[in-house]
């Protein structure tokens, strides 16, 4: 069974993060995310991740956004920003990123992501849906989301 940890932000967690770069997927490093959030094992990150044995192979951002900020959801409500799921390429297609995904909605709470090119199918799999797009609020993203039941999306 896969375990989803909570991500330590430490040296040893970005040196975990720059082998995801260095598989290519630069365009969703949380190299940066990282940095900005360095507090020497800050046990309330926004990083999670699954391990195979000793090796970090998935990771995700998972932040809590306040109601008073929704702009996809009705009733306006605290829901959960899924950014930069990241799967590493040997371990693709073998329920990591499922398994983190189940794990965001394990809080109960709307979710909203951005997809990366090309992940259409995976995303659809998990439920999620594409919102209205609005260019003031999406401004050229295409956000995804998912809701629990008792809410739906902003019209």
Same mark, same amino acid.
């Given at each position: *069974?896969?375990?989803?940890?909570?991500? %330590?932000?430490?040296y040893?967690t970005?040196?975990?993060?720059? $082998?995801?770069?260095?598989y290519?997927i630069q @365009?969703l !490093? *949380?190299l940066?995310?990282?940095? #900005?959030n360095? /507090? @020497?094992?800050? !046990?309330?990150?926004?990083?999670y991740? /699954? =391990?195979y044995?000793?090796?970090?192979v998935?990771?995700m951002?998972?932040y809590?956004? &306040?109601?008073r900020?929704?702009? =996809?959801f009705t009733?306006?409500q605290? =829901?959960?920003e899924?950014?930069k799921?990241?799967?590493l !390429?040997?371990y693709q297609?073998? +329920?990591?990123? $499922?398994?983190l995904?189940?794990?965001?909605?394990?809080f109960?709470?709307?979710?909203?992501?951005?997809?990366?090119?090309? !992940? +259409?199918?995976?995303w659809?799999?998990?439920?999620?849906? %594409?919102?209205? =797009? &609005?260019?003031?609020?999406? $401004?050229?993203?295409?956000? %995804?989301v998912?809701?629990p #039941?008792g809410t #739906?999306?902003?019209?």
């Open positions: *069974m896969l375990k989803v940890e909570r991500l %330590l932000v430490n040893k970005l040196e975990e993060f720059k $082998k995801f770069r260095e290519g @365009e !490093s *949380m940066e995310d990282f940095q #900005s360095m /507090i @020497e094992n800050n !046990s309330d990150s926004p990083f991740g /699954i =391990y044995g000793d090796k970090l998935a990771r951002s998972l809590r956004v &306040d109601k900020f929704d702009q =996809y009733p306006k605290d =829901y959960l899924l950014w799921l990241e799967v !390429s040997d297609g073998k +329920g990591y990123g $499922k398994t995904v189940e794990f965001a909605k394990s109960r709470l709307p979710i909203k992501t951005n997809p990366r090119v090309k !992940s +259409g199918d995976f659809s799999k998990m439920k999620f849906e %594409l919102v209205k =797009y &609005d260019m003031d609020r999406d $401004k050229g993203e295409n956000p %995804l998912w809701h #039941s #739906s999306n902003q019209s």
